[in-house]
Each structure stands twice: as structure tokens, then as C-alpha cells.
């Protein structure tokens, strides 16, 4: 009964650990703006960031799900970008779902 007991118990642990280390978390950059347009900020990734691997320019949609929307950003401001997924273009990297953008001075 001890032995079944401790399996069961072994059991329950081992999946509630492979469940949380399924777990996704935000994907995030952080760049320069070198470009607005009427509906994306063309964003330079920052020298390290993973998104840099698919390419040097990423198109960021002006459209967020954050309730704060979109501060008002300039080219040469340094943003954060927090998205879901990215793809790559022949214009350069587009991302499908923004979560939301900061500007960098107001992370800190």
C-alpha cells in the first residue's frame, strides 16, 4: 500500500512539473525605431536580442492588445516590444500578435 502510495504521489509531481515547463512565455525585444509609418514603427533590434538571428528590421504593428495602446513613439526612441509570433518577409521580420510597446526610459 506504501509502495502504491508513494507512486501515486511520484506521479502527480512529474506531471505537474512537465506541466508548468510547458510553458510559454512572451517573446520581447528590444530596438531603435528608425522609421514611422501611418500603421508600423520599423524597429532596429538591439545587437544580441534572438529576433536579430531572423533579420536587422522588424515591422511592429501600431495596433496593440494592451488596454495602454501605443505611447506616442519617434523614430531614434528606444522601444520594447512584446509579441507573440514573428515572421520573416522579404520586407524583413513581421510580427503577427503585439502585446504591447514601452519605451525604454519608462522600464527602467
Do not use: H
Request: charged share 35%; with cysteine.
Amino acid at each position: 500500500m506504501t509502495k502504491k502510495r508513494s507512486l501515486f504521489v511520484f506521479i502527480i509531481i512529474l506531471l505537474l512539473l512537465i506541466g508548468c515547463s510547458n510553458e510559454k512565455k512572451e517573446k520581447y525585444f528590444k530596438g531603435i525605431v528608425s522609421e514611422v509609418t501611418d500603421t508600423y514603427f520599423i524597429v532596429i533590434p538591439n545587437e544580441g536580442e534572438p529576433i536579430k538571428d531572423m533579420g536587422d528590421k522588424v515591422w511592429v504593428p501600431k495596433k496593440v492588445v494592451s488596454a495602454d495602446g501605443v505611447p506616442d513613439i519617434s523614430v531614434d526612441d528606444r522601444i520594447q516590444v512584446l509579441y507573440k509570433d514573428a515572421e520573416k518577409s522579404d520586407d524583413g521580420i513581421k510580427l503577427d500578435v503585439v502585446f504591447a510597446i514601452y519605451k525604454e526610459s519608462k522600464i527602467e
